[in-house]
């Protein structure tokens, strides 16, 4: 007899392949992916139609038959490299929607940070001025104890008051001034002298060390200098005076007492 010719009858491998596609796809559908990924899904099914189709007619002309039963991985391979573009396009629109939302928190990074910073100036200025409201004008030279006042001692004048403390004792501005002398000095062994903004000039003898030069600015609380027991000096104090514009010497006790300084009892 002769071997049978024309289409085999029987279900299509390939036409099983292309349902579990379409149910593939409507499973996807369902759960609500992204436009995009539909229509990449609707794209990728009628390519699988396409190559379906194709191979059927192959099927009719009695060459395709054997290419799809020896092949049969080759249809599965089609039907699913079909199916997975589906998720790509859904995760791209995913990356983009985050690289959105990244640029667009960077960009209100910068603008957040600029505001907090400029408030935090803004605080700063403002501590600043009220320190500085609350600095007092005048401040007392040194802690520690009056021992000598302005006047005749010992059958000599002595021309300033005298605040006794262990060497280093940290000697500060009375005001604000202007340093105009630092060093040596006859008799005191090592003064500064502060000229204030009045004209005004304070002097400060005996120091031990000088923490400013000629022509530096300071305020009043700020260290010029520390207590020492350099000139001629019966032991660790600093001899502060105060000069007029014209070179006069006055007492210093009255004058920081106009200032609000207070010095307490002598105590020789």
């Known amino acids: 007899p002769a071997p049978p010719t024309g289409r085999q009858t029987g279900p299509s491998p390939l036409r099983g392949r292309l349902a579990v596609a379409a149910v593939a796809a409507g499973a996807l559908a369902t759960a609500g992916h992204s436009l995009a990924g539909l229509d990449a899904l609707s794209d990728t099914s009628s390519t699988t139609a396409e190559l379906a189709l194709a191979s059927e007619r192959g099927t009719d002309r009695g060459a395709g038959t054997s290419s799809v039963t020896d092949s049969g991985s080759t249809g599965l391979d089609a039907a ?69 006042g302005f006047g005749a001692r010992w ?12 060497i280093g004792t940290p000697i500060v501005s009375v005001g604000d001034g202007t340093v105009i002398e630092s060093g040596p000095a006859s008799g005191f062994g090592m003064w500064v002298k502060v000229q204030l903004e009045d004209g005004t000039i304070n002097v400060y003898g ?29 032991g660790p104090h600093l001899h502060f005076e105060v000069w007029t514009e014209g070179g006069g010497k006055i007492n210093p006790l009255p004058w920081l007492a106009e200032r609000g300084i207070s010095l307490g009892g002598q105590q020789d």
């Open 80 to 148: 699913t490299s079909g199916v997975l573009p589906v998720i790509a396009p859904a995760a791209a629109g995913t990356a983009s929607s985050t690289s959105s939302s990244s640029e667009a928190s960077s960009d209100e990074g910068p603008g957040q940070r600029s505001a907090i910073a400029k408030a935090a100036e803004r605080s700063a200025a403002r501590a600043r001025a009220a320190a500085e409201a609350a600095r007092p004008d005048f401040v007392k030279p040194a802690d520690g104890r009056f021992t000598s």
């Open 155 to 166: 059958g000599s004048s002595h021309r300033g008051i005298d605040i006794a403390g262990p």
């Open 206 to 234: 005996h120091v031990n060390r000088s923490y400013v030069e000629e022509g530096q600015r300071v305020r009043a609380g700020e260290e010029i200098a520390e207590i020492g027991n350099r000139g001629r000096s019966t």
